[in-house]
T-cell receptor, first 116, second 113 residues
């Protein structure tokens, strides 16, 4: 299967703990996006990478959040000192931007975070 | 704030009927995309329509785009119980090199068997 994968699928943590999520994009895709989705709402953009460079961060991404894509392949999203308001589904998507390529984003299954 | 707003928020129809969902947005776009999401799962891309296109078809799906009214509609013909899901429109803003998607709040579709 060459789709976008995310791990873990579910994470339950206590308030104040740190959590890290991983996203493996489609292998030839050069762009990787993180979104957050709360119950009953559409996803909201958090940040994106072009290869290994993080080019844009939303104001939703507080200083407790950090994302990396060290070799331009997989990406990690870390949340430090989690708060109950961080409970959400974290979605990763990848795309291939370039001449002749579609800008369609392919989404992973998401990581559902519950902060107790 | 969300760029797109879907209407209606919820829709319940009988299997075999057509379902129409509408999306309005606020600023100029590069393209508009529709996604489907089954409960608690990831998003599945359905169709992309560019700002210079007015209508696209894909199987039982028909999407229209009216840039003068800043609106789009998704029509699902001959609906099936398996079409039950949430449907989101998402826009890519003109001149936004990030191509990030800006989603609406979605339409929850229930197709009764």
């Amino acid at each position: 299967d060459t789709g976008v994968s995310q791990n873990p699928r579910h994470k339950i943590t206590k308030r104040g703990q740190n959590v890290t999520f991983r996203c493996d994009p489609i292998s030839e895709h050069n762009r990787l996006y993180w979104y957050r989705q709360t119950l009953g709402q559409g996803p909201e953009f958090l940040t994106y990478f072009q290869n290994e460079a993080q080019l844009e961060k939303s104001r939703l991404l507080s200083d407790r959040f950090s994302a990396e894509r060290p070799k331009g392949s997989f990406s990690t999203l870390e949340i430090q000192r989690t708060e109950q308001g961080d409970s959400a589904m974290y979605l990763c998507a990848s795309s291939q931007i370039g001449q002749g390529k579609s800008d369609e984003q392919y989404f992973g299954p998401g990581t559902r975070l519950t902060v107790t | 704030s969300q760029q797109g707003e879907e209407d209606p928020q919820a829709l319940s129809i009988q299997e075999g009927e057509n379902a129409t969902m509408n999306c309005s947005y606020k600023t100029s776009i590069n393209n508009l995309q529709w996604y489907r999401q089954n409960s608690g799962r990831g998003l599945v891309h359905l169709i992309l329509i560019r700002s210079n296109e007015r209508e696209k078809h894909s199987g039982r799906l028909r999407v229209t785009l009216d840039t003068s009214k800043k609106s789009s509609s998704l029509l699902i013909t001959a609906s099936r119980a398996a079409d039950t899901a949430s449907y989101f429109c998402a826009t890519v803003l003109r001149m936004d090199s990030s191509y990030k998607l800006i989603f609406g709040s979605g339409t929850r579709l229930l197709v009764r068997p």
